[in-house]
């Protein structure tokens, strides 16, 4: 694996493997962002948390790792003094929903898609990584899963669930906020940075470019996006998005139809015009190949699919 393949893992890595990194979860500290006055994001270490507060409780969207429990409650109660009632899950990620058990013990009900459960009953491998993540604890699992879609009325509020499915991964769930026009995308988003898509497990670059179409659609001008990663962003940012998404895939899909390898695609810059500003999460290359993987349907780290010299 070359020095930028390596860096990526680690930077990945670091979002799924709590236990490596107790003593940089002990420096995190969570930023508060109101959005209206009852709809906030919380951004720590991990995928970003949306919540909803009123008369009616707490609820979250994701939350992260349980090391960083006590500084989410601290910054929920700068908010408000209800208590969290729901935790919801985006996906089934460490760096998303490691929290579950702990905000469980304190009587919040998980909720995530019923794909998410599966998965967080078995190890998890993400081999273009060079990770294996074991299974959750029973108490991280969610006591009610969703199909296709739910609706919350809470806080004078109507949060619509829904499934997107194979885009970041088979089990990824999305979230708007009707009054408040507000939506979380989880990873079927990231801003300032290429994303990952968890092809093992059911994602694909078409589909989180159909992700993409479908969430755009249900916006307009005025809603305010939390994106999985990255800053608050909107309805530019989302087609922003997309449009690198599909340049990107366009790009590589042309090489592959004329029989070019991997090696070669990456020394030609699919990404050329996007790469100035993305230098989190995922690199360029890492990206790149998990695009190719999705086209020509290899497996993560099957042999003879990535750059390794």
Not at 23 to 42: E, F, N, P, R, S
Not at 210 to 238: E, Y
Not at 248 to 257: H, L, M, P
Request: glycine letters at 8%; aromatic letters at 6%; charged letters at 20%.
């Amino acid at each position: 694996m070359n020095s930028a393949r390596l860096l990526g893992a680690v930077l990945i890595s670091s979002f799924f493997v709590s236990n490596v990194l107790a003593q940089d979860l002990d420096q995190v500290q969570i930023a508060t962002v109101k959005i209206t006055d009852g709809v906030y994001m919380l951004i720590g270490y991990g995928g970003n948390i949306g919540v909803s507060v009123g008369e009616d409780g707490t609820l979250l969207i994701d939350n992260q790792f349980a090391e960083v429990k006590d500084k989410i409650d601290a910054a929920l109660l700068e908010i408000s003094p209800h208590p969290v009632r729901f935790v919801l899950n985006t996906n089934w990620h460490h760096d998303h929903v490691s929290g579950n058990a702990a905000f469980a013990e304190s009587g919040a009900a998980v909720i995530a898609h019923e794909r998410s459960q599966v998965r967080m009953l078995t190890d998890q491998r993400h081999p273009d990584l060079g990770i294996e993540v074991p299974p959750y604890p029973e108490t991280a699992l969610p006591v009610i899963t969703i199909n296709e879609s739910l609706t919350l009325h809470l806080n004078e509020d109507e949060l619509l669930v829904f499934h997107i499915p194979n885009a970041h991964s088979d089990a990824d769930l999305a979230f708007y906020f009707r009054r408040a026009n507000v939506m979380h995308t989880g990873d079927l988003c990231f801003v300032d940075g290429y994303p990952y898509i968890d092809i093992l497990n059911g994602g694909s670059i078409d589909g989180t470019i159909a992700a993409m179409d479908r969430l755009i659609s249900m916006i307009d001008d005025r809603t305010k996006v939390i994106p999985g990663h990255g800053p608050l962003t909107d309805l530019a940012g989302l087609q922003e998005y997309r449009e690198m998404l599909t340049t990107v895939r366009d790009r590589v899909a042309e090489q592959i139809s004329r029989g070019r390898s991997l090696a070669e695609i990456l020394e030609s810059n699919p990404t050329a015009g996007f790469d100035e500003g993305r230098d989190q999460f995922v690199p360029r290359e890492l990206f790149v190949e998990i695009v190719y993987n999705s086209l020509t349907g290899r497996s993560p780290g099957q042999q003879g699919t990535g750059n390794r010299r």
